[in-house]
């Protein structure tokens, strides 16, 4: 069993929104930077966002800025993605990690969160997400 436990997936019609938790089974989010992911059937995996351990700083990949918005609850160890006007290309499989903490470094203000080569401490299977009229 993966660390992290994604909810709130499910079927929404274009233009729809849903909202998407990161929660911990065993494992605490305080003080990690946080990132959702997805990956889509015959796609690459694409980093969606991600939220610093200080939660002002937050990125989004291009394909969703505007319409995503992530954001963190400490006192209840939950990471939270709103999705809003959503598309059909939205669909996917989305699922959080957990950066590894990393004094003087953090990896959302960095910008390359997205990357593959991150040292993650968790992630979760994640949570299907399917746009569709």
């Known amino acids: 069993q993966l660390p992290l436990v994604e909810s709130g997936g499910g079927l929404v019609q274009p233009g729809g929104s849903l909202r998407l938790s990161c929660e911990g089974s065993?494992?605490?989010?305080?003080?990690?930077?946080i990132g959702w992911f997805r990956q889509a059937p015959g796609k690459e995996r694409e980093g969606v966002s991600c939220i610093s351990s200080n939660p002002t700083i937050t990125k989004y990949a291009d394909s969703v800025k505007g319409r995503f918005t992530i954001s963190r609850d400490n006192a209840k160890s939950t990471v939270y993605l709103q999705m809003d006007n959503m598309k059909p290309e939205d669909t996917a499989n989305y699922y959080c990690?957990?950066?590894?903490?990393?004094?003087?470094?953090?990896?959302?203000?960095?910008?390359?969160?997205?990357?593959?080569?991150?040292?993650?401490?968790?992630r979760g299977q994640g949570t299907l997400v399917t746009v569709s009229s």
């Open positions: 065993g494992f605490s989010l305080d003080y990690h930077a």
């Open positions: 990690v957990a950066y590894t903490t990393r004094r003087g470094f953090d990896v959302c203000a960095s910008g390359t969160y997205y990357r593959a080569d991150n040292a993650l401490d968790a």
